[in-house]
């Protein structure tokens, strides 16, 4: 089966997951978002990559940031921008996640930014339009359920490598609750793809898949060993309805095997930087020392994210051409 | 009206009968095999040589969505599907809305189906009312409109206290019990096998201990209550093992395996394919190759296609809201050739987990051909392929996992009690 985001001359058409991505795809975004910092940088922060054209903001979950960084990143464009916040799942509102979608399209919508609570339903957009022809609208996956979101991977993978430039020689932790997470499963899908040695994945058996280890990531259930020489700590987000139950007894006891505090980031290299893809949990999968420590790259992230972002948008745009 | 199979391959897995022969067929019954009885004049005559002429086929799955759910599909559509598939029986789970928790709600199906005159529908009773796992129905009510047997369909017994109680009071008036093994714990949320899979795909899982931690339990409480228990779509490699555990224990148990878990595994996903949301869920190829082996060697008593039609709207979703289920009644005959040809199983013994299996499970006089017996008859060219389209199909359902693919078996005549109810 093909790729459902490449088309037959394996340009990008949608950007799904980072699955099956090949590195010279993942390569060319991270270099189209490097001038794209620099725009932010300027009093004029436009450029008429996307004049004319109409970015839909589809969020049928609730997220304020990735929502403002998609924003943020097609207006610098000068693309369009239309918000639809539709919040409950598409079943309950009596139309159908696809019926929405041709309407959008009839109203010529160019890209639809999509954020859906069920993993896979970017997918199920995608092949809609790709099935009656219509692959010219776009579709960026901007977190979908349990399974990606690649933008958010790609700005970790563009934060990665400036600071630490080849990927063929770094160790990466990412801690905390990989289970629910497609923050870390896009990350891990683009760090083996361009070549990084040792990718680790660390937490209790509660909060890691079955099957983690054929995702190409070694398993540490204790943080200690885990974080041993490593070049990068990517801390993962622990929602709020996780901490107490059946996964986890409490916020406290997470936080004392697997909250990063200076004294457990000691044990990884000197130079290691630190990473969350936010917004973070303070005391608990993170201690502030930590979080405003000179090794966190966590602000940085979010300057990246939306020049990631023009640059996944720039880019389909122009596949359309 | 007297009808001639003239000169099919007559293949009658209950009675070892694999010879080119003519079926004689008249007043509904089998009146003669090979020779014509003194006197015969037919009045039609189908040619069946090339091809197979088998007892009509016997699904023990087939959902006909009635009543409640006729904008999916209507006892019409599915009654010709059926007969398009060469099932001439079938028993119906009770997950209608109403689900079958009253005699009246069955009589009353059991009257729609006959008065279409085709395939002989067995209702399924619901084991509790409601299906809500709390209190147990008038199973000699129900049976006595025609329920063959008992269930939950899928949903959940969470109570072992209530279980227990449904298996001992069916136990005292011989009734057979059919349960769906999976632990509602262990089951909830999950849409996909606990495995590569869903790890990659981020979709909520279901372990293969949902399975096996049910079959423990309904194996203890068959050993205290001696109740004739049918296993329905066992689904892992470990389930397979516990089965033929359990028949070597000698315990009353049967199970069958729905016909496409013998062909796909959770690999079969892909990117999210929402025809391959199936209850239970596609697992790994290491438990497809157990299902294959169990059937192959009798662990498995028998295949049904677990018939499920399902609307466009209910069905094109996010893999996890998709409704699940395929629909079956047409396929089941060509993937079970399909399997067979592929682990070098001969036809009679195919043939056998569609016909004189689910017969003596369902405990009908059934699934074979003999003089003075009902006249079912399935009539199918085995080298015959065709591609599997919605425009094919019969049912009302277009879901499956299977479309675009080349399927062997094409089904040309089909009889209910002597008369000609398919042809093609």
């Known amino acids: 089966m093909r790729n459902p985001q490449l088309d037959a001359a394996g340009n990008l058409t949608h950007l799904l997951t980072l699955e099956g991505l090949p590195a010279e795809v993942i390569v060319r975004i991270l270099d189209t978002a490097v001038p794209f910092v620099s725009i932010a940088e300027r009093d004029v922060k436009k450029v008429p990559l996307l004049r004319g054209r109409s970015v839909f903001n589809l969020f049928f979950e609730n997220s304020t940031r990735t929502r403002t960084t998609f924003e943020i990143a097609a207006k610098r464009l000068s693309a369009d921008v239309i918000n639809l916040n539709i919040g409950a799942s598409s079943t309950s509102k009596g139309e159908t996640l696809l019926d929405t979608i041709d309407n959008l399209v009839a109203m010529n919508a160019d890209m639809f930014v999509v954020r859906h609570s069920q993993s896979g339903a970017p997918h199920l957009i995608a092949a809609h339009l790709n099935r009656t022809r219509r692959a010219h609208v776009h579709v960026v996956n901007a977190g979908d359920g349990r399974h990606a979101h690649p933008t958010q991977g790609l700005l970790d993978l563009f934060t990665i490598r400036h600071y630490k430039q080849d990927f063929r020689r770094l160790r990466v932790a990412i801690v905390g609750d990989v289970l629910h997470s497609r923050v870390a499963r896009s990350l891990i899908h683009g760090l083996t793809t361009l070549g990084t040695p040792e990718v680790r994945a660390i937490g209790p058996k509660t909060l890691l898949p079955t099957a983690v280890r054929t995702l190409g990531v070694q398993v540490h259930h204790d943080m200690h060993a885990g974080l041993q020489g490593c070049d990068v700590v990517v801390m993962l987000r622990l929602q709020s309805e996780r901490m107490r139950g059946a996964l986890l007894p409490s916020a406290g006891e997470y936080f004392k095997h697997y909250g990063l505090t200076p004294e457990k980031l000691a044990l990884a290299k000197p130079d290691a930087i630190v990473m969350h893809p936010g917004p973070m949990n303070r005391g608990v999968e993170i201690d502030s020392a930590v979080a405003d420590g000179a090794r966190s790259v966590i602000l940085p992230q979010v300057t990246f994210g939306i020049a990631v972002r023009m640059a996944v948008l720039s880019l389909l745009a122009g596949s359309a051409g | ?424």
């Open chain 2, 1 to 424: 009206m007297k009808i001639e199979i003239a000169n099919g391959r007559l293949i009658d897995p209950k009675h070892g009968v694999d010879r080119v022969a003519t079926l004689f067929v008249a007043a509904g019954k089998v009146a003669a095999i090979g020779e014509a009885p003194a006197g015969w004049s037919s009045k039609r005559t189908i040619d069946a040589t090339g091809l197979v002429v088998c007892p009509g086929l016997i699904d023990v799955a087939a959902r006909l969505r009635e009543p409640g759910f006729e904008y999916k599909a209507t006892l019409e559509s599915e009654m010709q599907a059926a007969v398009a598939g060469g099932v001439t029986s079938l028993a119906c789970p009770p997950d209608t809305d109403p689900p079958l928790d009253e005699p009246g709600l069955v009589q009353m199906l059991k009257h729609r189906a006959r008065s279409l005159n085709q395939a002989h529908v067995f209702p399924v009773g619901a084991l509790t009312v409601g299906l809500k796992g709390e209190e147990l129905t008038e199973m000699g009510e129900l049976a006595e409109a025609g329920c063959v047997a008992f269930s939950q369909a899928e949903a959940p017994l969470a109570d072992t206290g209530v279980l227990l109680r449904a298996m001992q009071y069916a136990a005292t008036f011989g009734h057979r019990v059919w349960l769906r093994p999976q632990d509602p714990h262990l089951g909830r949320g999950g849409v996909a096998h606990d495995g590569e899979v869903a790890t990659r795909l981020g979709l909520p899982a279901i372990p293969a201990a949902a399975e096996t931690i049910a079959l423990a339990t309904i194996f203890a409480l068959v050993r205290e209550t001696g109740v004739r228990v049918h296993l329905c779509r066992l689904s892992t490699a470990e389930g397979v093992a516990m089965v033929r555990a359990a028949k070597a224990e000698r315990l009353p148990v049967t199970c069958d395996v729905a016909v496409h878990h013998l062909h796909l595994c959770d690999v079969d996903i892909g990117w999210f394919d929402p025809q391959c949301r199936l209850v239970p869920p596609l697992r790994a190829t290491r438990d497809r190759a157990a299902l294959r082996a169990g059937i192959a060697d009798g662990t498995i008593d028998l295949v049904c296609s677990d018939h499920t039609p399902v609307d466009d709207d209910a069905k094109q979703l996010p893999f996890g809201e998709a409704e699940p289920g395929a629909t079956g009644l047409e396929l089941l005959l060509p993937l079970t050739l399909k399997w067979a040809a592929a682990d070098g199983v001969t036809l009679p013994a195919a043939l056998a987990r569609l016909t004189s299996q689910p017969a003596a499970m369902l405990g009908i006089d059934a699934g074979h051909l003999a003089v003075g017996h009902a006249a079912d008859v399935c009539i199918f060219d085995p080298e015959a392929h065709w591609t599997v389209e919605p425009a094919v199909l019969r049912s009302q359902g277009k879901n499956t996992p299977f479309l675009g693919l080349e399927v062997p078996g094409r089904v040309r005549a089909t009889l209910v009690a002597g008369q000609v109810v398919f042809e093609s």
